[in-house]
């Protein structure tokens, strides 16, 4: 059976340029650091890629560092708030707070939970119902003392763009830094660090086509800094370690492919969306659309269906060969629904019947139709065994 | 790879689920049981077709809103209880509905607690309805936990059992292991129920 996978924000396949370049970069074992030819040969590989990613976000080569994940890079930014500043002279006032907001990726909702046991203060800015940011909570946060605002460009589980700009003003108008991890925008919408102004970003390679394990932050010259992996003069000391050059080889190319590929691609998508959103209204009715076109990028659609359960659909979906996420409790693990469908005030009923479907370069049209073919059934099939469905009530 | 997530069993009967109460079908019977809460993301019904004579279950059919161990584990459930005695169906546990789906993972649990409690609920409202009041186990008790339908009753029966905190309390009942909304309530219960049983000043 022909699979079709429509998961391209949980990950991505190698792009087959990727794919080559690290076949062909397989026997070159040298370690960056070293100085005889095997290392040079590393080191010209390991900044060649680090050329290419910061191309795709405008940045100075050497303002990119490599780390290990998109999670990875994200620590690092908020680590900077626990740092009493002996070694590296930050001296973030310990009144002054961290704001991010609701719908953020775990890794930074936990960290941040993290830091607030250690005695950090962070407020957290909610959303409204289209999952954007309301600025007004966040402004108000701003007039209390802040050493760092973190928000996310796009949202994984919606698709909603941010308004980074304005966030990003707000927070510099206030004296404080501003992160934005941007792992499902890059290689998505345009992205710009020099236009941006901001002082952190973070890139992901396994959401772009590239191998997983990789990630890259963006850290504008001059900003403070703080390592989270210490012991070693890699990255400019900024993460110790030995890079994965085979990975970041990878990176590069897949950076290099997006920045190629991504226009064009983006207008595919949109009209795959359209069809998508269109074919789902005229098939099925009681949905509700979680991913609004006019503030989401064109890849991510998250549509609930009531009556029905999320993990439920997906595995029927599985077996015909389509691969989509869901945001509800059972298939998390934690019991719990999409954190970021509840904050955007959607009801619990049908924060447990959402799918993603986030499409991505290989998707096709004749996918979207079998997607719109087989996805009526499903959701049929379950409502018709539910007991939130039919019967009386309808 | 791995071919599906969940065991053999529950793969057969959420392809492939038996006893499902199709509307168009009219089923008749005699008593129906509902439990679990669509806000929990859970929550099943189960209807009986029952023999007034040998006190048997004859027939069943069910309606659920859940996942696939949901749906696997009402399926296999109302496959047991065919030709079963009332009183043998009413002590069917959720170990028991475990065992015969081969087994689930430790956080699917919870999703296969709500079948048999559906199947009691169903079995004293038939008790109810033929005027044998006194082999309702349902006290009436009120209910704490509202996901998993957990009575106040049944927090001090696993208190008496050695439920000695909160989490052998969640061990013994799934007490709070849905939404959690009721932590507090259970917290509350547990420590006055300890302090009833155990406590000798």
Redesign the interface.
Known sequence: MKRIYLDHNATTPLHPEVRKSIIDSMDLYGNPSSLHADGREARALLEEARGRVAALINAEPGDMMFVGSGSEANNTVLSILGCTGAQCGIHPSVESQLVTSTIEHPCILETSKCLENRGASVARIGVDERGLLRMEDLEEALARDTSLVSIMMVNNETGAIQDVRTALDLAHRAGALFHTDAVQAVGKIPVDVRELEVDFLTVSAHKIYGPKGVGALYVRRGTPFCPLIRGGHQEMGRRAGTENTLGITGFGIAAEMRGLEMEAEGRKLEALNRRLREGIIERIDDIHFNSFPEHCVHSTLNVSFA??????ML?YLD?EGIEVSTG????S?S???SHVLLEMGLP??YS?GSLRISMGRSTTEDDVERVLEVLPGVVRRLR????????SCR | MSDWLYSDRVKEHFMDPKNIMYDEEGFEYDAKGTTGNIKCGDEMTFYLKIDPESMTITDCRWKTFGCASAIASTSVLSEMVKGMKLEDAYRISNRDIIEQLGGLPENKVHCSVLGDKALRRAIDNYYRSIGMEDRVHDTGSRVVCQCLNITEDEIEHAVLEGARNYYQLQEKTKVGTSCGECEEEARRLLAYYLDKHFCNT
């Open positions: 009556g029905v359960e999320g993990e439920a595995l077996m509800s409790a059972c298939a693990g019991l719990d629904p619990v009923e447990h018709k065994m539910s007991t939130a469905w039919g019967g």
